[in-house]
């Protein structure tokens, strides 16, 4: 894949839930971590992969007949051999239902900008603007410089939202200076945990967590630092007070926690994969509210703003 073109998941309109206003959001496909509990579970790997919806499927049997490599049957798990799969995608062209969709398309950087500004009366009205998400954008680092610089030009607000395992030079050089917000997780102190849970160390990430804040201000970008709440994982006394005193001890006065929702088990298993906490009950619901307002508690009693 040229500099120029990335793999993007999604591109969705109207968001109210990433960042102020009416908003657009851009998912990148691939991701340097692998997170248990990833919301977006076919956003991680970092190449096009085949979905199989089985509510969206009438059974039909048109994907059967077409697919040469006979990867397709009822008798499969979920449905798609991925082992046989390779990756043709006949199968979406064929399905009547569009049970079977393509997950990841590699798009330049002038036809996102093309589909991003249909939604530009929106921002204008509500103030709203980008949201470069993922994944993780930063594995594409020349394409989001571009693809920021173009919307900055616009007098477009661009938020990003990043795991923050990336090269903080490139960063500082080609995005920075296009970026108006900076969304960067923090998910756990423990780098034993990180690994095991995230599948890569945390570092990196501390590293670039400490120094992010004075770099956001230097470019007169606005800095949030955030904590996904996972049950029995992250949102545990122990690592999220050991999150609050690094925090404190970089000047970061500032969180947002993002209650856990469990809506990402089915995505798992659209992409042939089974949840690895699919027979977890605490991973199979909402986060209850007095379970937040417990985690909330941590923080406020460092004296640590909670958003």
């Keep these: 894949m040229t500099e120029d ?44 992969e085949l979905s199989f919806d089985g509510k969206a499927c009438i059974g039909c049997g048109t994907c ?11 008798d499969n798990r979920f449905f798609v051999d991925r ?48 949201t470069l998400s993922g994944g993780e954008p930063l594995l594409y680092m020349k394409f989001v410089s571009a693809l920021a610089a173009s919307l900055k030009d616009r007098g477009v607000h661009v938020l990003l939202e990043t795991c923050g395992l990336f090269d903080i030079r490139t960063f500082e050089d080609l995005v920075l200076p ?4 900076v969304y960067m997780d923090i998910k756990l102190m423990d780098d034993e945990a990180h690994r095991r849970h995230c599948g890569a160390a ?41 999150i609050g005193s690094f925090l404190k001890e970089n000047g970061i006065g500032r969180v947002e926690l993002l209650a856990y929702n469990p809506l990402w088990h089915e995505k798992c298993e659209k992409i ?15 986060m209850p509210r007095e379970e937040v307002d417990a985690c909330r508690k941590i923080f406020l009693d460092m004296n640590i703003e909670v958003v």
């Excluded at 102020?20 to 190449?47: A, Q, Y």
């Excluded at 900008?113 to 509500?126: A, G, N, Q, T």
Aim: glycine share 8%.
């Design 178 to 181: 296009y970026i108006d917000t």
């Design 64 to 74: 059967l007949k077409t697919c040469a490599a006979g990867a397709l049957g009822k």
């Design 5 to 48: 073109r990335a793999l993007i998941l999604e591109v969705k309109g109207n968001s109210l839930d990433d960042g102020p206003g009416i908003r657009t959001v851009v998912f990148f496909k691939g991701c340097p971590l692998s997170c248990d509990w990833c919301h977006n579970p076919e956003s991680k790997r970092r190449m096009p």
């Design 83 to 130: 082992e046989k799969c390779n990756l043709c995608f006949d199968c979406v062209d064929s399905c009547p239902a569009c049970a079977l969709q393509i997950v990841g398309k590699e798009m330049p950087v002038e036809a996102l900008l093309e589909e991003i500004m249909k939604d530009e009366p929106f921002f204008r009205v509500s103030r709203g603007g980008v």
């Design 272 to 286: 042939g994969e089974r949840s690895p906490y699919a027979e977890t009950p605490r991973m199979s619901s909402w």
């Design 202 to 242: 945390n570092k990196g990430i501390l590293e670039n967590l400490a120094r992010l804040p004075a770099l956001s201000v230097s470019a007169e970008a606005e800095f949030l630092a955030r904590v996904p709440l996972v049950p029995g994982v992250t949102a545990t006394e122990p690592n999220l007070s050991a």
